[in-house]
């Protein structure tokens, strides 16, 4: 029972020894916080967590900036204007060079649609143009503006036995944006594990400031009965100083304890985003989730959630979208097709009166007769690539499956170590309490009420560590599998964005 009222005052005696801890700050308000509340604090304004959010826009708009390349492009070119005055040296038919004054101006205006053939890596375009000349110098009966154009044009930019990147890009990609989906959700879990550490430390501080403070406390008031026994001749000078030593032991303890509360509370303020003025008081977990976590169902879990699983099949296809590009650098081969008409008039309307037609077809080949052995060697590098990948892969695989493994039974014992040290705790302030109240009729020595009061301290810091053992392991649990085993529940859905 003095366990649990321990817990219940622990706050509130913080408070009330808060003034002798942090002069600077009497004046701000105390906040409350229990883990749960600490936790999401930290997930939705901590600066840790605003970087995970910022990091999952980027790579939100990385995403819809991939999607756009394969959506039709409605393009503007052109040249408005181009105008040129110099003196130009024209070459005669009898090879002499004259130099003729030049004032002309060109606009040139071309708008086309472009869609990827994502299957072929190709480009298919439909397009028109017109251009317009000026010559500024033209004589009287001279025509000083000319127009010509395309009304329109079909052609086909198509690589032949060539690294097709939208074809890979279409199967990477989509893994790597889920991969980022997921990677938020386990940073926000990795941020619970942060904070709950740094509460812990804060509370073990807390803790630890309660402790010293009360054996302080005690140790003045055992001076105080050793002095008087001291006056009376019922006991020795030797141990009239030994417990003044105590004393002294104990100021020094309460001062370390009280730096150390002031360096776990800005480490709290920091992390979390608060004022680091800030008082904060921590209110202690009341209860611990009983809840059941299979391993199995773990490790399965694990697979169909970690962003580190999708990445497994993500590097895969990496690997052999390396190969795939290596291969399409053997041979270069490139098929430029286009159709449509053209024309050339003195007006702007008379360019689409009867255009004439206008073809091209242009076959390009490059292919390498003698390298020594590069293509050979390039091929032989990215295969031998894909396959240290996969071998890798297949280990990362089986150290993936064994660390869900040891985090599983971890937990399971660290559950069951709380009860262990929980009672251990009520019995050590137990035998202490007794102990004292014997010291005080004279039944019991001085060196064993300090064995009592060093055991009574020890299990009490025993059982807290414990705990953020626990809650450490509980959120550690929750960011390697991405579900929720206390409500049961998914921490991520992939078909949300």
Do not use: H
């Amino acid at each position: 029972m003095k366990y649990f009222c321990f817990r219940s005052v622990l706050a509130v005696s913080i408070l009330l020894l808060g003034s002798s801890v942090f002069t600077e700050t009497c004046a701000q308000d105390s906040v409350s916080y229990t883990l749960q509340e600490m936790v999401q604090r930290a997930k939705d304004r901590s600066p840790a967590s605003l970087r995970a959010k910022t990091a999952r826009e980027n790579r939100y708009w990385q995403y819809r900036q991939f999607k756009s390349n394969y959506n039709p492009q409605l393009r503007l070119t052109g040249t408005i204007p181009a105008y040129s005055q110099a003196f130009n040296n024209v070459t005669q038919p009898d090879g002499t060079i004259e130099f003729r004054p030049v004032k002309q101006n060109l606009v040139d205006l071309g708008l086309g649609l472009q869609q990827v053939i994502s299957p072929t890596g190709g480009m298919v375009s439909i397009n028109t143009s017109t251009s317009r000349f000026d010559n500024f110098l033209a004589g009287d009966n001279e025509i000083q503006t000319r127009w010509s154009g395309i009304p329109m044009n079909v052609s086909l930019d198509q690589p032949i036995f060539a690294y097709n990147p939208y074809k890979w890009d279409k199967k990477i990609m989509p893994l790597l944006f889920e991969e980022s989906k997921r990677e938020f959700v386990e940073e926000s879990e990795q941020i619970s594990m942060m904070v709950t550490e740094l509460f812990f430390n804060y509370l073990i501080a807390q803790v630890n400031f309660e402790i010293a403070t009360q054996n302080l406390k005690n140790t003045e008031q055992i001076f105080g009965i050793e002095q008087k026994r001291y006056d009376l001749g019922a006991t020795f000078e030797d141990e009239l100083l030994q417990v003044e030593l105590q004393t002294l032991q104990a100021k020094q303890d309460l001062a370390k304890a009280k730096l150390d509360l002031e360096s776990s509370s800005l480490a709290v303020n920091s992390f979390i985003g608060l004022n680091q003025a800030a008082n904060i008081l921590l209110i202690p977990p009341s209860e611990v989730p009983e809840f059941d976590v299979d391993v199995n169902e773990a490790i399965e879990y694990a697979f169909q959630n970690r962003s580190e699983a999708l990445g497994f099949d993500r590097q895969l296809i990496e690997a052999e979208a390396t190969v795939a590009e290596a291969k399409g650098q053997r041979m270069q081969m490139n098929l430029r097709a286009s159709y449509g008409y053209n024309n050339a008039a003195f007006t702007l309307s008379d360019i689409y009166q009867n255009p004439n037609t206008q073809a091209l077809v242009n076959l390009g080949i490059s292919v390498p007769i003698l390298d020594w052995g590069r293509n050979k060697s390039r091929m032989s590098i990215a295969k031998a690539n894909q396959q240290f990948v996969e071998y890798t892969v297949e280990q990362e695989t089986i150290n993936f499956e064994q660390e869900i493994f040891t985090k599983v039974r971890n937990f399971l014992m660290i559950r069951e170590r709380i009860n262990v040290t929980r009672k251990s705790d009520e019995v050590a302030e137990k035998r202490y309490q007794i102990a004292l109240n014997r010291y005080q009729t004279g039944n019991v020595t001085v060196t064993d009420l300090n064995i009592a009061q060093g055991q009574k301290d020890d299990n009490k810091r025993a059982y807290y560590n414990s705990l953020k053992e626990y809650w450490m392991a509980y959120f550690e649990l929750r960011a390697l599998t991405l579900y929720d085993f206390e409500n049961d529940q998914l921490l991520y859905i992939p078909e949300e964005e």
